[in-house]
């Protein structure tokens, strides 16, 4: 991913997000991991080093989604989101999953989220899975970071 400031990017996924920096490469570049594997993201400077960030209404990533294993590593993370003073975009339940949306530091778009047990995803008369959107109680999952 490319960021502005490498220093700012690698305390937001670090700190915020709980990442380990498993390689840096200068100020140029880091490789970040959650649990040891070589890399899950990598960010740099190579082109923007003290670049803005893109303009509404332009293409890119609309958003890229981080996996968590459990509701219990959801409701952690939306702690230490929230007691960084961070902003959320929203929270949705989508029924075969519960999701946080924000923004990094340099405003791409993150959704961090967990799957419900698949036996437990609702479906449709069809047999299709019925994904929906619905507002997700913030307060319910914040009883599970403890």
Do not use: C
């Not at 690698?10 to 997000?17: D, N």
């Not at 519960?98 to 989220?113: C, K, Q, S, W």
């Amino acid at each position: 991913m490319k960021v502005a400031d490498l220093d700012r990017a690698i305390k937001f996924y670090t700190e915020v997000l709980g990442f380990e920096v498993v390689a840096r490469m200068g100020r140029a570049a880091a490789f970040l991991s959650a649990g040891g594997y070589h890399h899950h993201i990598g960010l740099n400077t190579w082109e923007s080093n003290g670049g803005s960030r893109p303009p509404r209404g332009t293409t890119g990533l609309y958003h890229f989604a981080l996996l968590l294993p459990s509701r219990h590593a959801l409701a952690t993370t939306l702690k230490r989101l929230l007691e960084h003073g961070w902003p959320i975009d929203g929270a949705a339940d989508h029924g075969v999953s519960e999701a946080v949306y924000l923004r990094d530091p340099d405003g791409n778009g993150i959704e961090i989220y967990r799957d419900r047990p698949r036996e437990q995803w609702p479906k449709n008369p069809d047999g299709t899975y019925a994904m929906v959107s619905d507002p997700l109680d913030l307060d319910d999952l914040l009883k599970e970071s403890n």
